[in-house]
């Protein structure tokens, strides 16, 4: 599945700081969140908080690690705690894993971390997604104002 649509402006970017990247966009069915650069002990607090205020947000969620060169475990325990966060909530959730993110991967077997290798996977899983009933709410105004960082 390619998206065909409108090019999509991102609607939340964080200032490249402490050699990690983050933005986030709508894409239908989703919005993704993407993280670039190294994920570890110098931003692995920024990363962690900036994955977790999408944890409410309405829709599924990507997160988009396909940019990542390097992650320590500090890193990948953020990873972890977003996706507990998001089993916790309900939130139907996908990885895009880079390499560097697959390397630390085999320390979470049995967690069931839903990895896929492309964004268009990822849309194409959540698009099929027994569960529809997120299709139904519209994205609320704090949810706006949440993904434009506000």
């Known amino acids: 599945m390619t998206y065909t649509g409108p090019k999509l402006t991102r609607i939340s970017t964080s ?3 402490l050699g990690v990247r ?3 966009y709508p894409r239908p069915p989703a919005v993704v969140i993407e993280v670039g650069g190294e ?4 931003s692995v607090r920024r990363v962690s908080r900036y994955l977790i205020g999408f944890v ?3 829709r599924p969620l990507v997160l988009d690690c396909s940019g990542v060169g390097f992650v320590n475990f500090a890193g990948f325990r953020a990873i972890l705690r977003f996706a507990a966060e998001c089993r916790q909530s309900g939130r139907d959730w996908v990885l895009v894993a880079s ?4 390397l630390v991967l085999p320390t979470a077997t049995g967690l069931g971390l839903p990895v896929v290798e492309t964004l268009d996977e990822a849309l194409l899983q959540l698009a099929e997604t027994p569960d529809t009933t997120w299709r139904l709410r519209s994205i609320t105004t704090l949810e ?3 993904l434009a960082g506000d």
């Open 15 to 17: 200032p490249p700081a």
């Open 99 to 102: 390499d560097a993110v697959k």
């Open 144 to 146: 706006c104002k949440k």
């Open 39 to 42: 994920i570890d002990a110098r």
């Open 22 to 24: 983050l933005c986030s």
């Open 56 to 58: 409410h947000v309405g």
